[in-house]
């Protein structure tokens, strides 16, 4: 699994950490275990379409931007991501990120909820590159 849940970071939240070999894959992973927090995957089906769009000067913000959209989703249109597809390119000015995610609304009587993510957090919020590929590590407030 190329994401684990991580304990004693934060009191009262949810910390993980991610691994990949891209930064692309990297930005899928965190998706995955940001929503994996919030519903048993096998439990959402991919119905719906949703294109996510984000610009940020380095990767890190680039991160917290999308990880931030995918909540807002969540909060906006009770829409849950089974899967993202992460394009991202080098602008003029930092980095621009386009997503197509697939997932379905919330029904809570087929859904098996997790957490309810309130925001993703800055506290410990990291993205590092190294010789084995990318990693994050997130905190969320739930």
């Known amino acids: 699994m190329p994401y684990r849940y991580l304990e004693d970071v934060a009191i009262g939240d949810l ?3 991610a691994r990949a070999e891209s930064l692309r894959e990297l930005f899928q992973e965190a998706a995955l275990a940001l929503t994996s927090s919030m519903v048993d995957m096998a439990s959402l089906r991919a119905v ?3 294109v996510i769009r984000v610009e940020a000067m380095d990767e890190e913000s680039l991160l917290h931007a999308f990880l931030s959209e995918i909540v807002f989703l969540k909060d906006a249109k009770r829409l849950l991501l089974k899967t993202v597809e992460v394009e991202i390119a080098k602008t003029d000015s930092g980095l621009r990120l386009r997503a197509l995610g697939m997932g ?3 029904d809570a009587r087929r859904h098996q909820l997790g ?3 309130k925001a993703v957090t800055y506290h410990g919020f990291r993205v590092i590159s190294d010789a084995k590929g990318w990693s994050c590590t997130v905190v969320l407030d739930v």
């Open 104 to 106: 379905e609304q919330i």
């Open 115 to 117: 957490v309810d993510v």
């Open 48 to 50: 719906t379409e949703e």
């Open 15 to 17: 910390a993980f950490e």
